[in-house]
């Protein structure tokens, strides 16, 4: 059971490049959630996904896409990265119970 | 809106006891939940409160009242690994954090 698995652990861009953050969870949960964290700072929602095929914005969405074809699987795409889109990146799924459960992060830098 | 303050910093000493304290605003609230997060790490789920009262996990507690819109952690016996992040999240249909408090426990 591997819990929450985000892809890459670590990544440099240039600005207006885009990339994916990967993210999958084995625990058949149906909410998923991204944030962003800056230094010192607190997290941040993007977007989140209550179940295959529906995803919603969070607090700070623009700049980001998200889609959710399948349960397992919400990837986070950068459109056309900026440098204030550093920051580490951790996506989490919920399961009733047992809170929301999240990834090691990604950890984003755009120059 | 939907907010949640905390206090940004609290230092304790170990074996101390110390509360983290956590008023929210917030529309279709269903619960308050307590994270912590390590110095580079994720955050781990603590605890959650749905209803007003104590709920008590080891040396951890968490309070809530729902009309004072005000939650707390409460953190017993501290110890050095205790220095961490501690962050409330209110519980809608998506899970929005608090500021956070630091919390650093002195030998």
């Known amino acids: 059971n591997a819990g929450v698995t985000q892809t890459p652990k670590f990544q440099v861009l240039k600005t207006g490049q885009s990339m994916t953050l990967q993210c999958a969870q084995d625990m058949n949960h149906e909410y998923m959630s991204w944030y962003r964290q800056d230094p010192g700072m607190g997290l941040r929602l993007i977007h989140y996904s209550v179940g295959a095929g529906i995803t919603d914005q969070g607090e700070v969405p623009n700049g980001y896409n998200v889609s959710r074809s399948t349960t397992e699987d919400f990837p986070l795409r950068l459109l056309s990265a900026a440098p204030s889109q550093t920051s580490v990146y951790f996506c989490?799924?919920?399961?009733?119970?047992?809170?929301?459960?999240f990834g090691s992060g990604t950890r984003l830098t755009v120059v | 809106g939907q907010s949640l303050e905390q206090p940004s910093e609290v230092t304790a000493v170990e074996g101390a006891i110390v509360q983290i304290n956590c008023t929210y605003q917030t529309s279709g609230f269903y619960g308050l939940s307590w994270y912590q997060q390590h110095d580079g790490g994720a955050p781990t789920f603590l605890s959650y409160n749905a209803l007003d009262g104590l709920e008590e996990t080891g040396r951890f507690s968490s309070f809530l009242s729902r009309s004072d819109s005000y939650g707390y952690l409460l953190l017993q016996e501290l110890q050095m690994k205790d220095s961490a992040s501690y962050f409330c999240a209110h519980n809608t249909d998506k899970l929005i954090f608090g500021t956070g408090t630091r919390l650093q426990v002195f030998p």
């Open positions: 989490a799924s919920f399961g009733e119970g047992s809170g929301y459960t």
